[in-house]
């Protein structure tokens, strides 16, 4: 699958950014992570995830973005695990290099399910990425939301694309 944007020159002037879902990694609630394209640049992106166990950061093209996070097979459960669909949005502005600072002061806090998880970083990094995403009334602060609430329900009342299903 290519990467959810145009190639004209009017793409490399606006920012994109990713949500993915990993809808049964947390039961009842799910698990989201991150990625944002790096403005001006048609394929280069910088993603990451974080959870109880570790935070992590890549950067590449939206190849490379789709391969850690690929879905995996659960025999035992017979079902698609892990990250399985995702949602994007193109923004008016853009900054990568915002986008990683607000990366590294979420990881700083260290996580807490309840105040400081996965939807947490990913909501910290689009706003930092996107000062229209910051000022965006529809996208409300991730304290007391599931991440899969917040990505079927919330992202589709701000406007965001339709889900896209993985692999």
């Not at 035992?76 to 695990?81: A, G, I």
């Not at 930092?128 to 899969?148: E, F, I, M, V």
Request: glycine letters at 8%; proline letters at 4%.
């Amino acid at each position: 699958m290519t990467a959810p944007t145009t190639a004209d020159a009017a793409s490399a002037a606006t920012g994109r950014v990713c949500m993915f879902n990993a809808p049964v990694e947390v039961p009842k609630a799910g698990h989201v992570a991150w990625a944002v394209q790096v403005r001006g640049d048609r394929d280069h992106w910088v993603w990451g995830s974080f959870n109880v166990k570790e935070a992590w950061i890549r950067g590449g093209t939206w190849s490379g973005v789709r391969a850690s996070f690929k879905p995996v097979w659960n025999r035992k459960n017979h079902r698609w695990e892990n990250y399985t669909r995702y949602r994007c949005v193109t923004t008016r502005d853009g900054n990568a290099r915002n986008a990683q600072v607000a990366y590294q002061a979420v990881r700083k806090r260290g996580y807490d399910l309840l105040s400081n998880n996965c939807l947490h970083m990913s909501m910290a990094v689009f706003k930092g990425y996107s000062s229209a995403l910051r000022r965006d009334g529809r996208l409300p602060s991730a304290t007391g939301k599931r991440p899969n609430a917040y990505f079927s329900d919330t992202l589709s009342g701000a406007h965001w694309e339709r889900i896209h299903r993985m692999p």
